[in-house]
């Protein structure tokens, strides 16, 4: 027995050191998965839980940015692979949701298997009473990729010497990439957003018997190292999937730098590609491009001229005096190097070095008393309908027409038979509030949603306002909220006051009775 413990001591010590060489098996799968997935380029690590700050910067960057009314469908997002059990539409709505709970920008309409695909939502919403609205846009995807085990190293060893002495050990890693493909489309003829795109994967490693905590996602050059729990494993992967998901798809339509709430840096060269895509892509079209600063400018409040695409002398004094302020030469041009600077830009911190303009009312004080009788006359607005009348058969559809004495803003809104109170104009099909002196508002008109005189006998109204500035987002969140959609609000007095408060009482009123027959 004694000749024997010199020879159980070197097993057991040989035991143990296969053990040891057993737990560096993850870091070697890991290392191996990374380089198959994305090649030999090394990127710094960013340890993570989930992207839900990603997504809070993403609700002030769109705040900030004057992005609101777009409203999404979202479709079912299927699991190709049939290997990921897992709620992933549901996922998609919670995070657009998170990303607005301030700036109300978002609103995710959830439609799936139980009631069809796009077609048929539009469809149903083309015959919907008494108001119908169609979003202009949709959400579509899949788990597009699901390969288990790339990468898989086993170590497992063991003594047995009867009946002495039993040792054993054992050590298992693979890593397991799966992918999520998303894409925005254009209700209007159901093609692709053009550039409004998400696709990423995430690698999972599984140690032992359970799933380890480490899933990568490489994005911007930053390598994110995202916690799992061993009991969520891949689903809080793909959670963690459809968050970067849900910040491209709206950063990318929105055109605002969400790659500022991913922690990746504006020199980065997929930040600069990313960029360089935005700005050739708008000038292909320039009144696009023209378009995005014209709404950029108001938002800035240095703009107060129409958002229609064209441009006017004051936009270009506009572009100028923001050109000045970054840095830039005051030639009103939209260069690249301006459209760079511009999504860098701290633009809180330049609402002080850019004056904002003033609208007609506010006329130099100096002006003399003689002047009076040539001042401009004071701001009306008539809201009327377009056929004249004010009784209508029940189930008819309304429309508007709706004119101001001089260029103003208007907003218009609709308190309907059950008395709830909603946001009409403007709209996610109509964004530029501005009405000209020589044309007519027709609301609806051409735009997506219709007007429907109820079949209860029950009066609606629409009580609509100027004024000589845009004052959208200076409205409190519980009058603006988003369009078509019920307000927190239950009187259109509170719309009123909102609006006498914020215009310092500069503003005009109309409102229009819609009764039945």
């Known amino acids: 027995m004694r000749a024997l413990l010199p020879l159980l001591l070197a097993l057991s010590l040989a035991a143990c050191a296969s053990f040891e060489d057993a737990t560096a098996t993850r870091a070697q799968v890991l290392e191996q998965a990374q380089t198959l997935k994305q090649g030999p380029a090394q990127a710094p690590y960013k340890s993570i839980t989930s992207f839900a700050d990603g997504l809070r910067c993403m609700d002030n960057t769109l705040l900030d940015y004057g992005v609101r ?16 059990n897992a709620g992933t539409k549901d996922m998609l709505i919670s995070a657009l949701s998170d990303m607005t709970k301030r700036s109300r920008a978002i609103r995710p309409i959830a439609y799936g298997k139980d009631s069809g695909n796009t077609i048929g939502f539009l469809f149903q919403a083309q015959q919907r009473e008494p108001f119908a609205v ?3 846009f949709g959400v579509r995807g ?20 009867e009946p002495y002495l039993n040792v054993g050990a054992a050590k298992s890693a693979q890593a397991t990439v799966i992918g999520l493909d998303l894409s925005m489309l254009s209700t209007a003829d159901l093609a692709v957003v053009s550039g409004v795109s998400s696709r990423n994967s995430v690698i999972v490693i599984k140690e032992g018997k359970g799933l380890d905590g480490d899933v990568s996602i490489k994005k911007f050059g930053i390598s994110f190292s995202v916690s799992v729990a061993r009991q969520e494993g891949q689903s809080q992967a793909l959670r963690t999937l459809v968050e970067l998901a849900a910040i ?15 922690g990746a840096s504006d020199s980065a060269q997929a930040v600069a590609d990313e960029i360089r895509d935005w700005y050739d892509a708008m000038t292909a079209n320039p009144a696009e491009l023209i378009e995005y600063f014209q709404r950029q400018m108001r938002a800035r409040r240095v703009y ?25 030469s005051r030639e009103p041009k939209l260069t690249i190097e301006f459209f760079r600077d511009y999504l860098r830009s701290d633009h809180r911190a330049m609402f002080g070095k850019v004056p904002a303009v003033t609208s007609q009312s506010a006329a130099p004080a100096a002006a003399s008393a003689a002047s009076t009788a040539t001042a401009a006359p004071a701001l009306t607005l008539d809201v009327d309908s377009a056929s004249g009348s004010s009784s209508f058969t029940p189930g008819a559809l309304v429309q508007l027409a709706i004119q101001t004495n001089r260029d103003a803003h208007v907003y218009c809104w609709l308190r309907d ?12 099909f109509a964004k530029d509030a501005l009405v000209r002196t020589a044309s007519k508002l027709e609301l609806p008109g051409q735009q997506r949603f219709q007007i429907v005189a109820n079949t209860k006998g029950v009066r609606e109204t629409v009580a609509c306002y100027a004024s000589e500035r845009d004052v959208i987002g200076d409205l409190p969140p519980t009058v603006t909220g988003t369009d078509f959609t019920p307000l927190p609000i239950t009187s259109l007095d509170q719309v009123k006051g909102a609006f006498a408060t914020t215009t310092h009482n500069a503003f005009a009123e109309d409102r229009f009775h819609v009764d039945t027959k």
């Open 417 to 428: 038979e059950r008395g709830t109170i909603q946001r009409i104009f403007p709209n996610r």
């Open 142 to 161: 899949s788990i597009s990729q699901f390969d288990d085990a790339i990468v898989r190293k086993n170590i497992d060893g063991g003594i047995s010497i």
């Open 248 to 262: 491209e798809l709206v950063g990318r339509l929105a055109r605002v730098p969400y790659w500022s709430c991913l």
């Open 69 to 84: 009314d777009v409203s999404v469908i979202v479709e079912d997002i299927l699991d190709e692979t049939k290997k990921v």
């Open 304 to 328: 107060n001229g129409p958002v229609d695409g064209l441009v006017n002398d004051d936009f270009k004094e506009a572009i100028s005096r923001y050109r000045e302020a970054l840095g830039h």
């Open 134 to 136: 169609i979003p202009p």
